[in-house]
C-alpha cells in the first residue's frame, strides 16, 4: 500500500464524497448492484407471470398488468440488466488487465451511472404507478403510437431507452479509449487479454447499434407528443421503419450480450486448464467478425412482415453463417480443456454449462434463421425458448460464473463454493425444466406474450412443468444472495492471485487499492503473471504520486506516449445526471421542458468544465522542458 | 382442435415439417457431436496429463465440416422457400382477411358482387383448392397464423400482403394472432373449417339474414336495430349496418363468440351481451348491464335465428 497514491487517487468521504466519487472501481461496484437489482425485479415479474401460465384459464394476473409485466421483464432484462452489468464487467476490470490507474474519463464514468440509474428508477416507479409500459420490448407502431396507447406508459418506456442508451454509449467510448490509449507499455494489441478483445468489440458494436434505437425512440416520442408522422402509416410515415430501426440496434444488442460473456469465458477457461487459450489470433478474428456479420441480420426478426423474398435469403445466409465464428471459438476452447490440466472449480462449472445450453440455443438459432421454419416458429414459445437458451448461456451463466470468478478481486473474499455448486445445479437443472418443453408448446402453436390460453389447447401439463422450473431458478437465485452475503461478511480472505490466474488485475491486492497499481507494470508476453515468475518485474517510473497523473500509450504498440494529467472528484457530473433526468422526464409532460430544461444543464455542465487556478498550477509544476 | 405444426394439413405445411425433420436432424448430430467432443476433452484435461498436443488438424477439421452443414442447411432452407413459391395453384379462392382489434373479418371475394360475402372468425374453404388471401389490417399490426396448414404472415396497417394456403384434407383447424397487438391479444382466435361441400355452406351465407318468426324475435330484432347494437354490426337484410364489429348476417352458423373465446351457445352469449368484459376484458364491445331480462332474452332468441 502506498499512501500517497492512496491520498491521491482516493474518493472523498461523506455523502458529498459518494455522490462526487469517480473512481472506475467504486462506479463499476454500484453498476452491478444496480443491475443486479433490477435483475430481481425482472426475474419476479417473469415468476409471475409464470405463475399466471402455470394452468390454462387461470386469473391470477389480468391482460393488462400481464401485458405490463412481460413488457418490463423484456425491458429490463436487455437494457437495465444485460447490457449495464456486462458494460460494468468491463469498467472494472478493463483499467486493471490492461494495467492503468483509472478508466478513461472518469466523470463521465460517473455522469453515466447517475444516469442509468435514473432512467431505471423512473421506469420502475411508473409500473408501481400503473403506468408500466405494456407494448413489449419492441414497442411496434401503430400499436405504440399515440392513438392506440394513449396515456403515459409508451412514453416512460421510450425516454428509458433514452436513458439508457445514452449511458451506454458514454461508458462504450471510455473503454474503447483505455483500451486504445491506456494499456501499459509492452501490452501491444497481440497481447491483449481475450476479455480485453471482448469489451473493446463491445464497445464498438455499441457505439454503432445505439444510435439507431436512440432515433427510432425519439422519433417515437415526437409522433407522440408533438405530433410528428413517422410511423404514421395515414401521413406518410410507415411501421415498419421502426421495425428496421428498432432491429438494427436489436440484433447487434444479442451480440453484444453475448460476446463479453465470451470474454468471460476466454479468461476463466485459461486460468482453470492452466494453459493459454489455443488459437489466440483465430479467437480474436472471431470476436470481430461476430461484430461484423451481426450488423448484417436484423431483417431475420421481420421474416413474417412484408418485405421481399430475395432480400430475406441475405438474411438467413448472414444468420447462419453468424455460427461460424461462435463454432471457432467452441472449438477453440474444447482443444484448450483437451490440452490443459483441468482444475473443476466453481467458476469454470459456470462456463461449462455454456457447451450445453449455448450450443443448443446457437442450433435453434439456425433452425429460425431460414425463412420457411421461421414462418411457422416465428413469436411463438419456440422463440422463447430459443433466446432464453442464447441469452442465459451465453451470457448469464458466464456472467454468474466471472461473478464467482472474479468475487474475491471485488470484496478481498472466496465466494463459498459448496452454495456456488449447490446454486449452480439448481440454476442448470431448473433452466431446462422451465425452458426446454417451451420448445415443443411453439411447435404446439403457443404464441408468445399470451395472458391466458384455452384449457383445449392442450398446453397445461408443459406450462405448469415450465412454471416448476421457473420456480426451482428462483430458488438458486435466493442461494446465489446468500452466499454473496455471507462471504461478503464472513468469507476466507482472498490474496492477490488465488485462482494463479496470468492476467494483471491478480498482480494487485484484493480489492484493489484506489490507484490500482503501485507502479504500472510493463508487459511481454500475453500472460504476464505466468511468464514473470522468475524475473524482476519491470516497471513505469517517473510519474507524479501527489496528483493524479497517468500513462498514455500509442494504439498498436502500446509505446509509451505522454503523461496526462487526470481529474479529481466531483459532484457536478451528479449534478448534470439529475438535470438531464429533470429535462428527460420533464419532456414526457411538455416539450418545453427541453427549452427550460437545457438551462440549469448548462450551468451544471459548465461548472463541471469549469477550470481550476489550483490545478493548472499543479499540472504546470508537472510540465518538464525537453 | 389444436393447432400444431406437425399436423400439416396442407402441402405448404407439409413442406415446412420435411424442412423441420432434416434441419433437426443435421442440427441433433451436431450437438451430440459437440458435447461428446466437450465431455472428452473435460475426462482428458481433468486426467492433467498435459501432453504437448497438436489440435491444429481436428480445429480445422471441425469448422470444416461446420461450414458444409451450414451451406447444406441453408441451400434446403433456400430449396424449401423456392418450393413455397411455386405453389400458386389456379383459380384460387380469394378471401380478404382484415385484422381487427381483436377480431377477424373474412370478406370472400367473387367477380359478381351479388356473391360476395363477408363473415367473421370463422373461415370456410374448399378442399384441395388453392386460397389466396388478402390480407390488411385496420389498427395495429396483426399476424395471420394457421399452423396446420402453412406459415404465419403479419397484417399491417397502410400495406397489402398475400398470403397462399391449401387444405389437402377435410378438417378443423385452429388459428391465433401471433404478433402483440394489445390487451386482448391472447384471445384473438380463429377457426379454419376445410370441407367438400364450401359451396352450400358458401350460398347459404350469401342469402340475407334470416326473417324472425316469433314476437319475441320480432322484438328481439327491433332492439337491435333500433339499440346499440346496429352501430356497430351489421345484419344483411335488416337496417344495421354497423362496420366496427363483426358482421351477424350469419351469425349463429359460427360455432364460437368473441374470436374463438367462448363457444356460441345461448348462455354464453347472454352473458357476453350484458357483460364481455368478463369474459374478454378490455375487448371493444361496451357492457349492456342495464338491459332488462325480457329485452335480452329477445336479443339472444332473435341472434339466434341467424343461421
Not at chain 1, 435469403?313 to 477453440?332: G, V
Not at chain 2, 461450414?67 to 400458386?88: H, P
Request: some cysteine; glycine content about 8%.
Amino acid at each position: 500500500m502506498n499512501p500517497v497514491l492512496e491520498k491521491t487517487w482516493r474518493d472523498p468521504p461523506g455523502v458529498v464524497g459518494m455522490l462526487s466519487s469517480i473512481n472506475h472501481k467504486t462506479i463499476a461496484l454500484r453498476y452491478l448492484i444496480t443491475a443486479f437489482a433490477f435483475f430481481v425485479l425482472a426475474g419476479l415479474a417473469a415468476a409471475l407471470m409464470r405463475l399466471q401460465l402455470a394452468k390454462p384459464e387461470n386469473t391470477l394476473v389480468g391482460p393488462d398488468l400481464y401485458n405490463q409485466l412481460f413488457t418490463m421483464h423484456g425491458t429490463t432484462m436487455m437494457f437495465l440488466f444485460a447490457v449495464p452489468v456486462l458494460l460494468a464487467m468491463g469498467v472494472y476490470l478493463v483499467p486493471l488487465m490492461v494495467g492503468a490507474r483509472s478508466i478513461a474519463f472518469p466523470r463521465m464514468n460517473a455522469f453515466s451511472y447517475w444516469v442509468f440509474l435514473a432512467g431505471g428508477v423512473m421506469l420502475w416507479v411508473a409500473f408501481f404507478f400503473d403506468a408500466g409500459a405494456d407494448t413489449g420490448w419492441f414497442s411496434y407502431p401503430p400499436l405504440a403510437g399515440p392513438e392506440h396507447s394513449p396515456g403515459k406508459r409508451v412514453d416512460f418506456w421510450a425516454q428509458m431507452i433514452t436513458f439508457s442508451e445514452l449511458s451506454a454509449l458514454l461508458v462504450a467510448i471510455e473503454i474503447i479509449a483505455t483500451v486504445f490509449k491506456m494499456r501499459a507499455p509492452g501490452m501491444t494489441l497481440s497481447r491483449m487479454p481475450l476479455f480485453v478483445w471482448a469489451m473493446l468489440v463491445t464497445a464498438f458494436m455499441v457505439l454503432f447499434a445505439m444510435p439507431a434505437v436512440m432515433f427510432a425512440s425519439s422519433a417515437l416520442i415526437m409522433d407522440r407528443l408533438v405530433g410528428t408522422h413517422f410511423y404514421n402509416y395515414a401521413e406518410g410515415g410507415d411501421p415498419v421503419l421502426w421495425q428496421h430501426l428498432f432491429w438494427f440496434f436489436g440484433h447487434p444488442e444479442v451480440y453484444l450480450i453475448f460476446i463479453p460473456g465470451l470474454g468471460f469465458i476466454s479468461a476463466i477457461i485459461a486460468t482453470f486448464a492452466r494453459r493459454p487459450i489455443y488459437g489466440y489470433p483465430a479467437m480474436v478474428l472471431a470476436l470481430i467478425a461476430t461484430a461484423f456479420l451481426g450488423f448484417g441480420l436484423w431483417v431475420h426478426h421481420m421474416f413474417a412482415a412484408q418485405l421481399p423474398e430475395l432480400g430475406k435469403s441475405f438474411f438467413t445466409a448472414a444468420s447462419m453463417l453468424i455460427a461460424l465464428p461462435t463454432a471457432i471459438q467452441i472449438f477453440c476452447w474444447i482443444a484448450t480443456l483437451w490440452t490443459g490440466r483441468i482444475e473443476l472449480r466453481t467458476p469454470l462449472l459456470y462456463v461449462l454449462a455454456f457447451f450445453f445450453i449455448l450450443v443448443a440455443g446457437g442450433l435453434t438459432g439456425i433452425v429460425v434463421a431460414s425463412v420457411p421454419l421461421d414462418l411457422q416458429l416465428h413469436d411463438t414459445y419456440f422463440v422463447v425458448a430459443h433466446l432464453h437458451y442464447v441469452l442465459i448461456g451465453g451470457a448469464v451463466f458466464p456472467l454468474f460464473g466471472a461473478w464467482f470468478y472474479w468475487f474475491p478481486k471485488f470484496t478481498g473474499r472466496m465466494m463459498n463454493e459448496r452454495l456456488g455448486k449447490w446454486q449452480f445445479w439448481l440454476f442448470f437443472v431448473g433452466f431446462n425444466v422451465a425452458f426446454f418443453p417451451m420448445h415443443q408448446l411453439g411447435m404446439e402453436g403457443m404464441p408468445r406474450r399470451v395472458y391466458t390460453y384455452g384449457e383445449a389447447m392442450g398446453w397445461g401439463t408443459l406450462n405448469f412443468v415450465a412454471t416448476v422450473g421457473a420456480v426451482t431458478i428462483a430458488l438458486s437465485m435466493l442461494l446465489f444472495v446468500i452466499n454473496v452475503f455471507t462471504s461478503y461478511r464472513r468469507g476466507v480472505p482472498a490474496a492477490e492471485n488465488p485462482w494463479r490466474a496470468a492476467t494483471l488485475e491478480w498482480a494487485v491486492a484484493s480489492p484493489p487499492p484506489a490507484y490500482n497499481f503501485d507502479r504500472q507494470p510493463v508487459v511481454r508476453s500475453r500472460e504476464p503473471l505466468w511468464e514473470l515468475k522468475d524475473e524482476i518485474a519491470e516497471n513505469v517510473s517517473g510519474l507524479a504520486e501527489k496528483s493524479r497523473e497517468v500513462l498514455i500509450t500509442t494504439v498498436v504498440d502500446a509505446f509509451p506516449d505522454h503523461r496526462l494529467p487526470f481529474p479529481k472528484p466531483t459532484i457536478w457530473p451528479f449534478v448534470s445526471a439529475m438535470a438531464v433526468t429533470a429535462l428527460f422526464i420533464g419532456s414526457i409532460f411538455t416539450p418545453w421542458a427541453v427549452l427550460w430544461g437545457a438551462i440549469p444543464l448548462a450551468i451544471a455542465v459548465t461548472l463541471w468544465f469549469w477550470p481550476k487556478a489550483e490545478e493548472t498550477k499543479e499540472n504546470l509544476a508537472l510540465e518538464k522542458r525537453p | 382442435m389444436k393447432q400444431d405444426m406437425f399436423a400439416a394439413a396442407g402441402p405448404h405445411a407439409e413442406r415446412i415439417v420435411e424442412l423441420w425433420w432434416v434441419t433437426f436432424g443435421i442440427c441433433a448430430v451436431v450437438f451430440a457431436a459437440v458435447l461428446i467432443a466437450f465431455l472428452l476433452a473435460l475426462r482428458k484435461g481433468m486426467a492433467g496429463s498435459a501432453v504437448a498436443a497438436r489440435p491444429y488438424v481436428p480445429v480445422a477439421a471441425a469448422l470444416a465440416v461446420s461450414t458444409v452443414l451450414l451451406v447444406v442447411l441453408m441451400l434446403l432452407s433456400f430449396g424449401t422457400d423456392r418450393a413455397l413459391a411455386k405453389l400458386a395453384g389456379e383459380d384460387p379462392l380469394k378471401i380478404e382477411i382484415i385484422a381487427h382489434r381483436w377480431w377477424w373479418e373474412a370478406r370472400y371475394q367473387d367477380p359478381d358482387p351479388a356473391r360476395s360475402f363477408t363473415t367473421a372468425n370463422e373461415l370456410h374453404i374448399p378442399v384441395g383448392r388453392a386460397i389466396e388471401l388478402t390480407l390488411k389490417a385496420d389498427d395495429v399490426i396483426h399476424s395471420f397464423w394457421v399452423p396446420n396448414l402453412g406459415g404465419k404472415r403479419d397484417l399491417i396497417p397502410g400495406r397489402t400482403a398475400t398470403l397462399r394456403l391449401q387444405a389437402e384434407q377435410a378438417g378443423t383447424y385452429r388459428g391465433q394472432c401471433a404478433e402483440f397487438c394489445g390487451v386482448q391479444h391472447a384471445k384473438m382466435g380463429l377457426v379454419v373449417y376445410a370441407s367438400d361441400d364450401y359451396e352450400s355452406w358458401a350460398q347459404a351465407q350469401r342469402a340475407s339474414a334470416a326473417e324472425p318468426k316469433t314476437d319475441e324475435q320480432k322484438r328481439g330484432r327491433e332492439l337491435f336495430v333500433t339499440g346499440t347494437c346496429a352501430m356497430c354490426h351489421a345484419i344483411q337484410g335488416t337496417a344495421a349496418h354497423g362496420r366496427r364489429a363483426p358482421d351477424l348476417t350469419h351469425f349463429a352458423s359460427r360455432k364460437t363468440l368473441a374470436a374463438g373465446a367462448v363457444p356460441n351457445t345461448p348462455g354464453y352469449l347472454a352473458g357476453w351481451i350484458i357483460d364481455p368484459h368478463s369474459i374478454k376484458p378490455g375487448v371493444n364491445m361496451p357492457a349492456h348491464a342495464t338491459l332488462s331480462a325480457s329485452d335480452l332474452q329477445a336479443l339472444v332468441a332473435y341472434l339466434g335465428t341467424l343461421k
